[in-house]
């Protein structure tokens, strides 16, 4: 079974600024996905950023972006330009190839709490 | 469209009662799951849907029953609560075939058993 570490339980940057949140996962399969979701307050699953484990290309998305290192199985999630509306629970995900067989579904991490500094 | 939604928001059950808690989208998507998520854990698969007629166990099923009878609808069954399935239980659908296809998730169900 995969599983999906979040090494960072609370993470605080100031406005404007520029973040990191790290991601690792433990896998044996060659074709997977990753994706990072943000969860605030009103705990609502929002899709901020989703990677594809054959594209070499670091996905990006406005401020956020991925930095994607397959062969150490590491996925962390950059933001920047911090904004007082990034503040949430952020997950990383896993999902195995649907085509692979076995449970289809995501795999997250226990999550990494943003705080905002105004 | 209104998504995925979920009822009901909030539920209190004695230990032993029976409860479904009911999903349903309006996006036409093949794909349904349910995960529950406890304090300080993240989302955990309970069962998945591939299509009507079709379900499966994931992580965590002991405990649950679902069916699909209809696209649209995709209802989690506890037939005696325990405290253990005190939680926030989220539904999500997406489109198949594609594992990089978004799962678009409902607002979820708070549940407390006493």
């Known amino acids: 079974a995969q599983t999906v570490t979040q090494s960072q339980p609370e993470m605080s940057v100031q406005e404007a600024e520029t973040v990191t949140l790290s991601c690792t996962y433990d896998?044996?399969?060659?074709?997977?996905?990753l994706f990072w979701y943000k969860q605030p307050p009103s705990r609502q699953m929002i899709l901020v950023i989703r990677?594809?484990?054959?594209?070499?290309q670091n996905a990006t998305e406005n401020r956020f972006s991925v930095n994607f290192q397959k062969a150490a199985k590491s996925f962390s999630l950059k933001i920047s330009d911090s904004q007082l509306g990034d503040a949430a629970m952020y997950f990383c995900?896993?999902?195995?190839?649907?085509?692979?067989?076995?449970?289809?579904?995501?795999?997250f991490g226990k999550g990494t709490h943003l705080i905002i500094q105004p | 469209n209104a998504g995925v939604t979920q009822t009901p928001k909030f539920q209190v059950l004695k230990t032993g009662q029976s409860m479904t808690l009911q999903c349903a989208q309006d996006?036409?998507?093949?794909?349904m799951s349910w995960y529950r998520q406890d304090p300080g854990m993240g989302l955990r698969l309970i069962h998945y849907?591939?299509?009507?007629?079709?379900?499966d166990q994931g992580e965590v099923p002991n405990g649950y029953n679902v069916s699909r009878s209809t696209t649209e609808d995709f209802p989690l069954r506890l037939l005696s609560a325990a405290p253990s399935q005190t939680s926030v239980y989220f539904c999500?659908?997406?489109?198949?075939?594609?594992?990089?296809?978004?799962?678009?998730f409902g607002p979820g169900t708070r549940l407390t058993v006493t």
């Open positions: 896998t044996s399969e060659s074709d997977y996905y």
């Open positions: 849907s591939v299509g009507a007629g079709i379900t």
């Open positions: 995900a896993y999902r195995t190839d649907p085509q692979e067989g076995g449970a289809d579904g995501l795999t």
């Open positions: 999500a659908s997406s489109r198949p075939g594609q594992g990089a296809n978004e799962q678009y």
């Open positions: 990677q594809e484990a054959y594209k070499q």
């Open positions: 996006m036409n998507h093949e794909y």
